[in-house]
């Protein structure tokens, strides 16, 4: 029995061991951003923190990246396209790095989804990998509102999303989503955000676009619907004028879910982000 | 508290520890602390329900006690029909209820006549068709003098609520677990490590093949219309082993766990997808609930004794009750009776016991024939699958329909490193395929070092391949 106990304590501390020294080796050396659940997200902080010299920047949700991929154009953009589920509060603090490393640009384009995009109020399962992790940390913290901060403290453990056990794996808390109910089209934590990232591109004389995706046919009826119903957004009405004059429908069989495209569809496709932007 | 959580790794520890240093000089002590623990075990899930399993676990006791004082045959079929009735009536009430009212609402609307039924709005008591199962087990064999009733109102309690088997089996038989429960248990250096072992290779099978088929599968049966007729078929394929992983998993850590406190289970997987015809498939599949149905169901109706007739109606019989076990759906009695169908030729022709021994023993590798046979055996089985998975039959057959189309012939979407763990999966069992589980002794005479250097790679496997974390399928039977 005590040799039993032994040697399964030993086991045990060991695979306890073996796994710490991975994880803390994959957070010093930042390499878990390459793998982990919104391994795209530091993709796009790492690009927003280079220098370009393009004069176009897209930000946008996991679509805008699809397109982005497929684009075989030379569209002379620089794309932080990466998840939704990074919120608006995401595309922002993007956007304002863009802008701290010194980026001139004279246009910055939103490309994002009608139907789940702008609901994010960070009520998501995947809040707490895509938002959390990267983003809730010294250097941002600055610039989340009181909003922000009371949605936040909802997230189970939210303070533990910068332990290193934590950000360099795939471990999060079992957060049940569930306010996304607060609004059927534009979340209060989105349009706060949204008129952050026109106010930020005025005071840098940066014009600011919203565009759609292009949507499957079966959605036209709910989109008819959001449309009549968010016809005026206080301080957005141009933007989301424009944004709902834009949106073209294609047949249900290019997508492989709601929102994404076939990868077939894609291939043969190359020019699709041209023609949206 | 699922085998996969760390609420299970705290509380599995502390059991372990009370049992064997507090407890371990009395039997009664023992056995009053595994009735306990398995009672937490299973107020974890929901304290309400707990009452049930009480109510169902002195119904069966005291019916069992009944029956053998009864001094008439019709006393004690009366006590036998009584614990029947009442354990199928909660079963029905609870699973069966809202899936007759739906149904016979459906076919009356048809005929025109409009009957809105009264449904229960209750979530199923997890467990219940197992625990219903080891009661309606102990009483029958009571019945038919197979063993005599427990005195001792604990031990049956622990027979019955064993945490281990408790929320998904394996069904166990009063003649195989009761002795055990009732004789007192000596720590077993190498019946608990080697539960140990059981119980890590267990968790490989849930945490890195079953979670990570399981998110490609989802992804496909959410909307086959949007997906390949190839990669449906690798949806189904995928579901296959997400299946496999997630149920045969689950039995290994209970089995495993069961072994570190000196209790052999029943077996309950013994390498399925290695099966050279259907009927292998199922002496090898969920082998607890098969052999429950062939004793208590399949013989008593005559088996395959009588004329061809009989030998039909029976096998269906047991598989569509095999397959409404499974859940109040139209694709689980699909999927027994597509099996059922499947089985039919093999009996008929009285080709149902050719396969007996393990496939190619001995051997490294299967014969051309017997790798055609497997591979026929597991498309037939993966078919039957899509039935057990799709949410109901128009599901099931616009699944199939996609499948039977030209895009069959495509490349798939692969998802390459689910494809390379179950390829590594699939040989390990293979080679495993003689043992009880597949690393049962792989390794044994290795050197210590190398033998832990293979259990810290399955160790940091599960931490690195982890899935998405999914429910135990079986937990909602």
């Not at chain 2, 899930?45 to 109510?55: A, E, I, K």
């Not at chain 2, 009944?66 to 909660?90: C, D, R, Y």
């Amino acid at each position: 029995m005590k040799k039993f106990i032994a040697k399964s304590v030993i086991f045990i501390v060991i695979a306890l061991i073996v796994p710490i020294i991975a994880l803390w080796y994959l957070y010093v050396t930042k390499k878990y951003e390459s793998f982990v659940n919104g391994a795209e997200v530091y993709t796009s902080i790492k690009i927003s923190n280079q220098k370009s010299k393009k004069k176009k920047l897209l930000l946008g949700d996991s679509v805008a990246k699809q397109l982005v991929m497929f684009n075989k154009d030379n569209t002379k953009i620089t794309s932080l396209a990466c998840n939704q589920a990074i919120s608006m509060v995401g595309h922002y603090l993007l956007f304002k790095n863009y802008l701290e490393a010194n980026n001139k640009i004279d246009t910055v384009i939103i490309l994002i989804n009608p139907i789940v995009s702008f609901k994010n109020n960070l009520d998501q399962l995947f809040t707490f990998h895509y938002f959390l992790k990267p983003f809730y940390t010294p250097k941002y913290k600055s610039e989340f509102s009181e909003t922000v901060n009371n949605q936040i403290e909802k997230i189970p453990y939210y303070q533990a999303s910068q332990f290193p056990f934590v950000k360099a794996t795939n471990w999060s808390p079992d957060f049940k989503p569930g306010s996304s109910k607060i609004s059927s089209f534009l979340s209060p934590i989105s349009k706060e955000y949204l008129l952050k990232i026109k106010q930020l591109a005025e005071q840098h004389h940066i014009s600011l676009l919203i565009y759609p995706p292009p949507i499957r046919k079966s959605l036209q009826p709910t989109i008819d619907s959001i449309r009549s119903s968010n016809a005026n957004i206080d301080g957005l009405e141009k933007e989301f004028n424009i944004y709902f004059s834009k949106i073209i429908y294609l047949d249900d069989k290019y997508y492989v879910d709601q929102p994404h495209f076939k990868k077939k569809f894609l291939l043969t496709h190359p020019h699709l982000l041209s023609e949206i932007l | 508290m699922l085998f996969n959580s760390l609420d299970f790794f705290i509380f599995l520890p502390i059991v372990f520890i009370l049992y064997w240093f507090v407890t371990k000089h009395n039997l009664k002590a023992q056995n009053i602390l595994l009735l306990v623990a398995s009672y937490f075990f299973y107020a974890c899930w929901d304290y309400r329900f707990l009452f049930l399993l009480m109510f169902s676990t002195f119904l069966d006791y005291f019916t069992g006690l009944k029956i053998n004082e009864a001094k008439t045959p019709a006393l004690k079929k009366f006590w036998l029909w009584l614990s029947i009735f009442v354990n199928l009536g909660f079963l029905g009430i609870f699973k069966y209820y809202n899936f007759f009212a739906t149904s016979l609402s459906e076919s009356l609307s048809h005929l025109g006549v409009h009957a809105d039924f009264w449904t229960l709005k209750v979530i199923l008591p997890v467990g219940i068709s197992f625990y219903t199962f080891h009661g309606l087990s102990y009483v029958i064999d009571i019945y038919k003098n197979r063993i005599i009733p427990v005195k001792n109102y604990v031990e049956y309690s622990v027979f019955v609520s064993f945490f281990p088997l408790l929320v998904a089996g394996p069904i166990e038989r009063a003649t195989h677990l009761l002795p055990q429960i009732q004789k007192k248990r000596e720590f077993n250096y190498s019946k608990a490590v080697d539960g140990l072992r059981q119980i890590l290779w267990g968790l490989f099978k849930k945490i890195v093949i079953a979670d990570n088929c399981a998110e490609y599968a989802n992804k496909v049966f959410l909307y086959p219309a949007d997906n390949t007729g190839s990669t449906l078929v690798l949806g189904a394929i995928f579901f296959a082993f997400q299946i496999y992983g997630d149920f045969s998993g689950y039995s290994d850590i209970a089995l495993g766990t069961a072994r570190l406190f000196n209790i052999d289970l029943l077996r309950n997987f013994a390498f399925p997808y290695f099966s050279r015809d259907i009927a292998e498939f199922w002496r090898r599949w969920h082998i607890s609930l098969s052999s429950w149905f062939r004793d208590y169901v399949y013989i008593p109706l005559g088996g395959s004794k009588g004329g061809l007739g009989m030998k039909i109606r029976n096998t269906f019989i047991i598989f569509l009750l095999s397959g409404f076990w499974h859940g109040a759906n139209w694709t689980f009695i699909a999927w027994g009776a597509l099996n059922a169908i499947y089985f039919l030729p093999l009996l008929l022709l009285r080709a149902n016991r050719n396969n007996l021994e393990i496939v190619a023993q001995g051997r490294y590798l299967p014969t051309f024939r017997e790798f055609l046979n497997i591979l026929l055996t597991f498309s037939l089985t993966t078919f039957a699958w899509i039935f057990f998975r799709a949410a109901d039959m128009h599901h099931a057959f616009q699944y199939i329909s996609i499948i039977f189309s030209s895009s069959l012939f495509t490349i798939p979407e692969v998802n390459t490193q689910t494809l390379l763990l179950v390829t590594v999966f699939i040989l390990i069992e293979w080679f495993g395929r003689e043992n009880k589980y597949a690393i049962e002794d792989i390794g044994l005479k290795w050197p210590r070092f190398i033998r832990w250097v293979l259990y810290y790679s399955l160790t940091l496997a599960i931490f690195i391949f982890a899935g998405k974390e999914q429910p135990f399928i079986y937990f909602q039977f």
